[in-house]
């Protein structure tokens, strides 16, 4: 992540302070979406409408998120697991 900050052009002092940004960000998304499998289609367009304003696709994503929380609901952790190392 800090290499993605520093190719959009921000140096040395800047990199702390978004990096703070991002993880605050991420957070308020998780905490938004901690009950998403209890949400009707409504509530989680409007979710994600407030972390993507002017994105056009708002139905695409909340299609691709209920996908992949789907696609992750029926695998096992030792699936996500099995490349670690054991060491």
Known sequence: MEL???EIGYGD???NKKMKD???LFHSIISE???WSDLDAKD???IISNFF???GEIDYLVDYFEKYRQNLSK???NLYLK???NK
Do not use: A, D, G
Request: a positive charge; proline letters at 0%.
């Open 13 to 15: 002092q800047s990199i």
């Open 44 to 46: 989680k367009k409007k």
């Open 33 to 35: 979406i901690h009950f």
């Open 75 to 77: 695998k096992t952790l």
């Open 22 to 24: 991002y993880i605050n």
């Open 4 to 6: 993605s900050i520093r």
């Open 53 to 55: 304003e002017n994105f």
């Open 83 to 85: 490349s670690v190392s």
